[in-house]
């Protein structure tokens, strides 16, 4: 009975592989008891190829314990070998009949995961010999074909193909494209990537997706979230292989019933994915492309209520969601599309697992579609979709660029008036939240109750976030000249004076609370500058006093930092900077800063208030020197870090 079988240090036994120092060119073979032991050059190997590709492996399946030793070594010998991936080549029509069809037959995962990293290994290490398509090649491909489609329960038996499909595909690419050889050798693999594209798409199919599911992202198997991920690389070869219009037209021509009752949406789903995952390919292509289906399918998702989708089937928002941010600018191209699209994307928003994708989506159509939205039923869809964020289900992030999509939106909208009005309108829909977090504080009942008043404060956070990012997408709009100050002024009017009323309650001893605050005032004040000029003494006294009350919070810090950028070079304003720089200096949680303990204990704090020391000496010009002066001797006392960039500011 074998028991060893060594090549390049590798030494067998029934407990697995183990490294052993060896000369790479000793290859030593211990027979079955009666024969005799002989050590052997390199081509002994070669020449008796039989023994070592096939009937080793052979008796060693009948020693199941030792198939995946037998693996591993012959595995180790490809690829140390260049001759014997040809060998192993020239028996494959054996391999495949013999060894992997039974063992699928028999639905053997163990034999078939170790027969298909053995293929690849050999394809891999010489990926020019199957390009060449002799029959041996072709039957490995199509062995190869086989375990990709092999049902079971992980991924792991079609993902370990991926790395062999992306190797040959790139080696048939690589070669000249004007000569016959790649013609001939493309049309000869042609049917095999054509293929391999099924299997692939029937793997990274979502079982459930027409069944009762949870709806979260946890409830796909994470084997089956990791292959897709690894499957971009190789869509994309594929793509190039066949030609992006057999491609697109594999896909979406599949005979799929009108009837949306009769929709296989797990099918659907699945090829949405491969279709967004190669949308740079399809689009560098430039191929025409009739996005017909794609817009039934929409028409039908956007017409059904969140309450008639089961679980999973957000996983086909997704999905549609990827494709349509994907393919935007055609798909907008057509005036018909745009209302059907936003309609799908409204929809989607409201799901966690979809709210990403359908919102990306939604930021690419305003984006590609500025022409459009001016008109009423478009404009009515933006605010909808804006109204329905208070519920506060959906991501901050995925609220910022919703936003952010309807301001460049109407941004675009040529009437001034109408544009001024839609602005105003959008701002009020987060408005509303803020304005109940004011409420409460005039209702003590309802601010004892701790579950209702975090989801007031929730509420609120996500609406001052909401109008952070309004201003700081209208930034934008002003330079390029879009916005005009009749327009700022109406948005400066609704906004100032509710933030001022929140930030003189007792709310803001909310941390959440307070960054948000100052950091919607922050982008108001960098899109809205000259209208808070004015404001500047009141805002710094605000920011200081607030400091001084609740001494953790540097956003407070970071804020006056900003308004100090902006404003302090102008002369008018030294007096109020030199009293807001001494009021944060007097607090206490700055002084005590005076160990290099201490600040390692406060990290934010202490970068903000560098920050702010630092803007104050670069943008206040006009302050005299001497009190220039004093302050940094004091900062110096009291902050415990290097104020080299300090010094060189002041001496500057």
């Known amino acids: 009975m074998p028991t060893e079988l060594g090549s390049r240090g590798m030494l067998l036994g029934s407990a697995g592989v183990r490294p052993r120092r060896t000369p790479t060119s000793d290859v030593r073979v211990q027979l079955p ?143 000249d494209e004007q000569t016959s050889k790649r013609n001939a050798t493309q049309e000869l693999f042609l049917p095999v990537f054509s293929s391999l594209l099924d299997a692939l798409l029937f793997r990274a199919q979502i079982i459930d997706i027409d069944e009762h599911c949870t709806g979260r992202v946890s409830s796909i198997p994470d084997g089956l979230v990791q292959f897709r991920l690894n499957l971009e690389e190789l869509l994309v070869d594929i793509c190039l292989l066949l030609g992006a219009p057999a491609y697109i037209n594999k896909l979406l021509s599949s005979g799929w019933g009108l009837a949306s009752q009769s929709i296989p949406w797990k099918e659907v789903e699945v090829r949405m994915y491969a279709l967004s995952m190669v949308a740079d390919t399809i689009l560098q292509d430039g191929s025409p492309f009739d996005f017909s289906v794609v817009m039934h399918f929409v028409n039908i998702l956007s017409s059904r209520t969140p309450a008639e989708l089961n679980g999973c089937q957000f996983l086909v928002y997704k999905s549609f969601g990827d494709v349509i941010g994907s393919y935007s600018k055609w798909l907008s191209s057509s005036k018909s599309n745009i209302k059907p699209l936003l309609l799908f994307c409204a929809s989607g928003i409201s799901k966690s697992i979809s709210s990403n994708s359908c919102s990306v989506a939604l930021r690419k159509l305003c984006e590609d579609a500025s022409s459009f939205i001016h008109e009423p039923p478009i404009l009515d869809i933006l605010f909808w979709i804006s109204e329905g964020m208070g519920e506060g289900n959906l991501r901050i992030e995925d609220e910022e660029e919703i936003i952010s999509a309807i301001t460049h939106a109407l941004c675009s909208i040529l009437d001034k008036e109408l544009r001024k009005t839609s602005l105003a309108r959008l701002l009020c829909s987060s408005y509303s939240a803020v304005e109940k977090i004011i409420d409460i504080d005039r209702d003590e009942l309802l601010r004892q109750n701790s579950s209702a008043y975090a989801q007031a404060l929730n509420i609120a956070v996500r609406g001052l976030h909401r109008m952070g990012a309004l201003f700081s997408h209208l930034a934008m709009s002003i330079t390029s000249g879009l916005i005009d100050d009749d327009t700022i002024s109406v948005l400066f009017g609704i906004f100032w004076p509710l933030l001022e009323k929140l930030t003189q309650s007792s709310h803001m001893e909310n941390t959440s609370l307070s960054t948000a605050a100052c950091r919607s005032l922050s982008s108001a004040i960098h899109s809205c500058g000259q209208h808070f000029q004015i404001l500047l003494p009141k805002i710094l006294e605000c920011l200081s006093m607030n400091f001084l009350l609740y001494q953790r919070h540097d956003c407070f810090l970071r804020t006056a930092a900003n308004m100090i950028e902006e404003f302090g070079h102008k002369e008018e304003y030294s007096v109020v900077c030199v009293r807001t720089i001494e009021t944060f200096s007097s607090a206490a949680s700055l002084s005590n800063l005076n160990s290099s303990y201490t600040c390692d204990q406060e990290p934010d704090l202490i970068e903000a208030y560098a920050n702010f020391t630092s803007a104050f000496i670069r943008c206040c010009p006009k302050v005299p020197f001497y009190i220039m002066l004093r302050f940094f001797v004091h900062y110096c006392r009291t902050i415990w870090i290097d104020s080299t960039a300090l010094i060189l500011m002041l001496i500057a």
């Not at 180790?76 to 260049?82: A, F, K």
């Not at 190869?144 to 370990?160: H, N, P, T």
Request: charged letters at 15%; a negative charge.
């Open 33 to 175: 008891a009666g024969a005799n032991s002989v050590r052997t050059s390199t081509n002994w190997l070669f020449t008796h190829h039989v023994l070592t590709c096939c009937f080793v492996p052979v008796w060693l399946i009948k020693a199941f314990f030792s198939f995946e030793v037998a693996i591993e070594v012959m595995t180790e010998l490809v690829s140390q070998y260049q001759e014997l991936p040809q060998a192993f080549l020239s028996k494959m029509p054996y391999i495949r009949e013999v060894l992997l069809l039974p063992a699928l037959a028999n639905r053997s995962e163990k034999i078939i995961a170790g027969l298909t990293s053995l293929m690849c290994e050999v394809g891999q290490a010489a990926p020019g010999l199957v390009a060449e398509g002799s029959n041996e090649a072709l039957s490995l491909s199509d062995a190869l074909l086989r375990c990709v489609a092999f049902s079971s329960e992980d991924w792991e038996i079609a993902e370990s193909t991926l790395q062999f499909w992306c190797s040959l595909a790139h080696c048939i690419l690589g070669i």
